[in-house]
Structures are given as structure tokens and as C-alpha cells.
């Protein structure tokens, strides 16, 4: 018999099946594309989101699955599913997610954009006039760049590129006999939508109708006999030589083979052919299973351009920008702050200014000795990144740890890797085995007080693009022991060092999986002695299977668990005698769900910690994180406020069932909306201008407060 208070090693049906918990995830997404009561933009916005995130969800999850059924692989993960079987749910749901926003964008979103103006049109719903002034344009600037690729016995079907959008055709012969195939790739740097001249407001044509209007130009003398706008998805799981003794260089033909690799999904225009179809599932290799018919476009990502439209104000939602932040007034140094206490601060409510001026003062002044960074993913123009090349072409000691491995930004990582070689830093790509994850930031420098260190550590990347759609924490501190190990973190990644011994951070692989049950343990001893035991945490997924088991006997316990989980939940909460105290809330609204918080009331003697981790095998096991403590009263308090305003979201926030499915909250009788992302807005502004009150700062009357667009 199972011990009380223990969890059965194997027990399938307390676990939720990761991919399909992803799936779900993607449904609440897709439910903010469906909500009337949301801008049409704001809508649209969510529409290519959803698509976007599919993209992926094939190119890597059912990509994974695929590989698994090639080796033999019939184990089944711990809700009981085979990868066999997780393919046939996918397909299921995902055939079923297609369906559902085929009808929110063609039935409700493009309808809705007529009344304002904005009109995508049927090639051949316009008037002639409005035909042949559309055909000029295409004809000047499109057409020269196609290419028409006859397939044959001496000409292969070609090999098209991931994500790619192109029409086959089947054409008559010159002489009577067999009908041979063709394709046409839409060149991925032109625009899908051309917008149509003469007309009022914005009305635009799909790119790929063109093409087809204008296939006789291109097989001239052939008989166009039919024609369908289809979509390949390639494999993107990447197979490495970590061994190899150039990394650098097996990445790079890893990403050149990415291009030719298996097509796990075709998406084909609806109406298309039977024998087209057929065709195409015959050349590329594809199950029918794996088979998905859309609407025009076969790519909701490509309606993405209606989103930057100018006007039409009314149909998004208001900008919520982000606000200075108080504690670093204009004009004072960001060290002098630093020296006098800690500054927290939460992206995107709070400006990420701080961040990059605490990378371009340390480029700039003269007592800067050396800084030390990790990068993950960051903007195209990264201000960061420009800060530590100019820093190392002053000759400051610069290393930059860059993590190759950032799925899907892997070419622009390598790109910006070099140009910060060449400027002078030191760059080291990743830890072989390991994906460098953490998010750090250490700056040692020389004062009148002896040598400091300024850290900065956060949960999300040195990306000041997202850092205005994530929502993110960020310590910056000169406290002593942090500095300290910070030092060790990096000496530990660039050296021989062993993996250091730390005061204050937790790192992974080496200690953050013990720390972790550690924790959880602690709060379950004290329930079993008595006392109130409470843990809530926020992450993007709860997968971990051995944090489950132990989140499980905390609740046998009598811990009171709240958990705030995004994406993905392999945990079952509500389930009878061993979960019923689980509270499992997730947050889909404008700004992305990304901080990673864990409060553990320890008897009232309060622990707070932020991390880069989730609470997956992959961050805990594979991957190199950091998790720190938030001990300054006042940033344990914001830090707190926001962990809060998840669990009171009554607008946005859905709640997990036993059953895997997520129920939406509404105000109960009598309660007032409370919308976390608003509120903790809200809570930000009244913030800024009670510490401005403080400091002396009284905006003139009138006047309304500064603000970073």
C-alpha cells in the first residue's frame, strides 16, 4: 500500500498530457480571437498568434513525436498516452482549432473591418478597372520575381522552404497526352497583401491570387487546368554534434538541413482539386491525417499587415505604455541608485530603460572594469547589444555568454555573436549539453568604497521589444553575497571552476530541482505539524513530474496551493483525496504571462523568489537558470501585489479542471470586474506618482504625466 501522504510512482490519471495541455493553451488564445467584447485588431492579433503558435506546436512537439514512432518508441509519458496515440489527439484537436478560427476570422473579424474601411477582396469580386490597375502593380513589382518550376522526369519535385506559401498547378500538355504538375513559390520577403489602387480605404488582394490570375504569363503556351495555394511545415528539431569540435559549425549545418527536413504538416486551400491534393500529399510524403484544408489565406500570420494600419484607433485596444520608473529620476546616475538600495522592476508596466541604461553607463564610464552577460534572445537593434560591443571596443573586459540554441533565433544569434567578436568581447556559444538560460547581468566596477558588483537578474530576455508585450521581473542590486555570486556563476560557465557554492542564488542543473522540493517539503512539514502552510507560484508550465508528486503530498498535507500556470499543466488540479486543494489559474490577456514568482509562507516568515525557470525537466535538468531571492521590503511587496492580481482576475483568467479543460471566470453576483493586466497598470501609475509626491516631484496642473512611448 502507498504510505499516507505519498504519491504513487506511476498513477496515469493524476497527470495531464503535455501536448494536449498545450493545445489548450492555444484555445485560450484562440478564445480572446473569438471574444466579441474585444477590439477587431486586438482580435486579428490574437488570430495570428494562434496560427503562429500551431507553427511551432508541429514543427517541434508532433516533429518530436514523429521521431519517437521512427525509433520504436511506444512508452507511454505519464498520462498513460503513447506518442501513437498523442497523434491521433493532436490531429483531432488541432483539425478542430483550424475549424474554429477559420469561422472567427472570416466569419466575424474580416466582416467586421468592412464598415471601417478595411476590405480583403476576392481577386475576382473586383470591378475590371479596379483588375487591370492591380495587374499593373503585380506585373511591376511582384511578377519578375517568380520563378516557375516545371516538375518532371528530369526535374524534381522541388525541396520549398519551411512555412513557405506557393500554388501547384496541373497543365495541360502542348500535344495531347499526360498533364504535368508545377509550382510557384511566393517569394517570403514580398508582401502578401497588395493593397488595390483607386479604391476607398484599404482594400487589398491576396499576393498568391494574383500570381494565379497571372499564371498563364508565367507557363505561357500551357493550359492552366487547376490550381490550388498550399502550405508546407517542416521538422525543426535540430540533432547536434555537441561532441564535434566545432559547435559553432554544426549548428550552422543543422539549421541549413532544418530547410530540406521532413514535412510534418500541409495545409492546402480549401476546394482544392481531389488529384491536386493527392498529388501533393504523394510528393511531399505527408499522412492524410497530417492533411489541414483553409480559406484563403492557408496563413492567418500573412493578415498581420492590417494590424499596423494607421487609425482606426477605435477597433484596438487602449496603449497601456510603459511608465519610468520612479526610483531612477532623469538625469542621475543608475550606479548612485544602486548603491543606496534595490530596484525592482516589472515589464511592461515599468519601463526597461533602467535595464539598458545600466548597460550603456557601465559602456561609457571610466571605472567600469568589466561586464558579464547572458543572452538568450534580444531585438534585432539591440541597444544591450550595442552597449557591450562599444564597451568592448573601449577596451573593458567584456564576456558575453549567448545561448546558440534559442529555438527559431538561432541565424540572428550567431549574426550579432560575431559582430560582438569583432568588436573585441569574449564570446562563448552556450555550454555544450546545456541551453544557457539564465538572464544576468554583472558589472564590476571602482568606487571610492572599494570594488563593487551591480547585478541585475531577471525572468525574462534582454529583449527591450518584448519587454513591451511580456510581462517580466527585474532585480537590479549591489548586494554583496548576489555580487559574489554572480562572480562564481560566471566563472564556474567560463572556466574549469566546479559548480560554485552560492549564499543567495539557486543555479540549475547543479542544486535548483532540490531546492525546489526543498521548499515544498518545508511548507508540507509545517501543515503536518499544525501550522498554516501556504505555497503559490507562477510560471509559464508545470510539467516536472517529481514537483508534481510533491506538490500532491503538500496538498495531502493540508497546504494551501495556488499556482498560476500559462501554458502548459501536466498537474491535475480538484482531483478527489489527493488534489482537491489545488488551484490551478491561467492569465491570457493583451501582455504575454512570462515571470516566473514562488512564495512560500514558511510559518510567516515569508520567502519570495523569481527565476528563469519553469518548473519543466528541460529548465531543471538541462538547462543552465538562476533563481534569487526578493528580500528588499518594498520589491517583495510589488513583486507579492502582482503574484495577487492573478488569482483575483475574474475577466481574463480561466481555471483548470480535473478533466484538463479550462472554465472561464466571470464576477460573481455583486463582485466588480477586476482585470489583473489593467489593474496592475493602475497600480504602477498611482505608484509613479506617490513616490514623485514623495521625492517633490508635483506635475504641473494639467499637465498629464510623462510618458515612454
Excluded at 525509433?71 to 489527439?89: N, R, V, Y
Excluded at 497598470?681 to 496642473?701: C, F, I, S, Y
Aim: charged share 30%; glycine share 6%.
Amino acid at each position: 500500500m502507498t504510505p499516507p501522504g505519498k504519491v504513487k510512482r506511476r498513477t496515469p490519471e493524476l497527470f495531464l498530457n503535455r501536448e494536449l495541455s498545450w493545445l489548450e493553451f492555444n484555445g485560450r488564445v484562440l478564445e480572446e480571437a473569438q471574444d466579441p467584447t474585444n477590439p477587431l485588431l486586438e482580435r486579428l492579433k490574437f488570430a495570428t498568434i494562434v496560427s503562429s503558435n500551431l507553427d511551432e506546436f508541429f514543427m517541434v512537439r508532433a516533429a518530436g513525436l514523429r521521431h519517437r514512432l521512427d525509433e520504436g518508441d511506444t512508452a507511454p509519458d505519464p498520462s498513460g498516452l503513447t506518442p501513437s496515440q498523442q497523434l491521433t489527439q493532436i490531429s483531432l484537436k488541432a483539425h478542430d482549432m483550424g475549424e474554429a478560427l477559420t469561422r472567427a476570422v472570416h466569419q466575424e473579424i474580416l466582416p467586421g473591418l468592412v464598415p471601417h474601411g478595411v476590405r480583403l477582396v476576392p481577386f475576382g469580386a473586383l470591378e475590371g478597372e479596379e483588375q487591370q490597375a492591380v495587374v499593373r502593380v503585380f506585373r511591376l513589382q511582384f511578377l519578375p520575381s517568380l520563378t516557375p518550376l516545371a516538375i518532371d522526369a528530369s526535374r524534381p519535385f522541388p525541396t520549398l522552404a519551411n512555412l513557405s506559401v506557393n500554388l501547384s498547378l496541373l497543365v495541360g500538355p502542348r500535344e495531347p497526352g499526360e498533364e504535368r504538375l508545377g509550382v510557384v513559390q511566393v517569394p517570403p520577403r514580398l508582401p502578401r497583401l497588395v493593397r488595390v489602387p483607386g479604391t476607398e480605404g484599404a482594400c487589398f488582394v491576396l499576393l498568391e491570387e494574383l500570381i494565379r490570375a497571372e499564371l498563364p504569363a508565367l507557363f505561357e503556351g500551357r493550359e492552366i487546368l487547376e490550381s490550388a495555394v498550399f502550405r508546407v511545415t517542416r521538422d525543426a528539431e535540430m540533432e547536434l554534434d555537441e561532441e564535434g569540435a566545432d559547435f559553432l559549425a554544426s549548428l550552422e549545418e543543422e539549421l541549413r538541413k532544418r530547410r530540406r527536413s521532413r514535412v510534418v504538416r500541409l495545409e492546402v486551400e480549401a476546394g482544392a482539386h481531389p488529384r491536386l491534393v493527392e498529388t501533393l500529399v504523394a510528393r511531399l510524403e505527408v499522412p492524410h491525417g497530417d492533411v489541414y484544408e483553409r480559406p484563403l489565406p492557408v496563413d492567418v500570420r500573412s493578415l498581420a499587415a492590417l494590424l499596423d494600419l494607421p487609425g482606426l484607433d477605435e477597433l484596438r485596444d487602449r496603449p497601456l505604455r510603459p511608465l519610468p520608473v520612479p526610483e531612477i529620476p532623469a538625469g542621475r546616475s543608475i550606479f548612485s541608485v544602486l548603491e543606496e538600495k534595490d530596484v525592482l522592476v516589472h515589464h511592461p508596466y515599468d519601463s526597461f530603460d533602467p535595464v539598458v541604461a545600466l548597460a550603456s553607463e557601465a559602456a561609457d564610464d571610466p571605472d567600469v572594469l568589466a561586464i558579464k552577460q547572458t543572452l538568450y534572445r534580444t531585438s534585432g537593434d539591440s541597444p544591450v547589444v550595442r552597449s557591450l560591443a562599444r564597451a568592448a571596443d573601449r577596451g573593458k573586459q567584456v564576456t558575453v555568454l549567448v545561448e546558440l540554441l534559442a529555438r527559431f533565433d538561432e541565424d540572428s544569434n550567431i549574426l550579432w555573436a560575431h559582430s560582438l567578436e569583432d568588436a573585441g568581447a569574449h564570446v562563448i556559444y552556450g555550454i555544450r549539453g546545456y541551453k544557457t538560460h539564465s538572464k544576468i547581468l554583472l558589472v564590476v566596477r571602482r568606487t571610492a568604497r572599494g570594488i563593487l558588483r551591480y547585478v541585475h537578474l531577471g525572468t525574462g530576455n534582454y529583449n527591450d521589444r518584448t519587454a513591451r508585450m511580456y510581462t517580466d521581473f527585474g532585480l537590479m542590486t549591489t548586494d554583496p553575497a548576489i555580487g559574489e555570486d554572480a562572480s562564481a556563476f560566471f566563472n564556474a560557465l567560463t572556466g574549469y571552476a566546479d559548480p560554485p557554492r552560492m549564499k543567495k542564488l539557486v543555479m540549475a542543473p547543479t542544486r535548483l530541482r532540490e531546492r525546489f522540493l526543498e521548499l515544498i517539503r518545508r511548507e508540507q512539514r509545517r501543515a503536518e505539524a499544525g501550522q498554516v502552510a501556504e505555497i503559490r507560484a507562477k510560471m509559464n508550465s508545470l510539467v516536472d513530474e517529481d514537483l508534481i508528486r510533491a506538490l500532491y503530498e503538500a496538498s495531502l498535507a493540508g497546504v494551501k496551493i495556488h499556482l498560476n500556470v500559462r501554458g502548459i499543466c501536466c498537474l491535475r488540479p480538484g482531483a478527489r483525496g489527493i488534489s482537491h486543494d489545488i488551484e490551478v489559474v491561467s492569465v491570457v490577456d493583451r501582455f504575454l504571462e512570462h515571470s516566473r514568482v514562488f512564495y512560500f509562507l514558511n510559518g510567516g516568515d515569508e520567502e519570495v523568489y523569481l527565476s528563469s525557470a519553469d518548473w519543466m525537466p528541460r529548465n531543471l535538468d538541462r538547462r543552465i537558470e538562476l533563481l534569487f531571492p526578493v528580500e528588499a521590503p518594498e520589491a517583495r511587496r510589488r513583486v507579492l501585489q502582482a503574484l495577487d492580481a492573478m488569482f483575483r482576475d475574474n475577466v481574463k483568467a480561466r481555471e483548470l479542471q480535473p478533466d484538463g479543460a479550462y472554465r472561464r471566470r466571470r464576477p460573481g453576483r455583486g463582485e466588480e470586474p477586476y482585470r489583473a493586466q489593467i489593474q496592475l497598470h493602475r497600480e504602477a501609475e498611482r505608484e509613479r506618482d506617490r513616490l514623485r509626491a514623495a521625492a517633490g516631484l508635483v506635475l504641473e496642473p494639467g499637465k498629464p504625466p510623462p510618458r515612454i512611448s
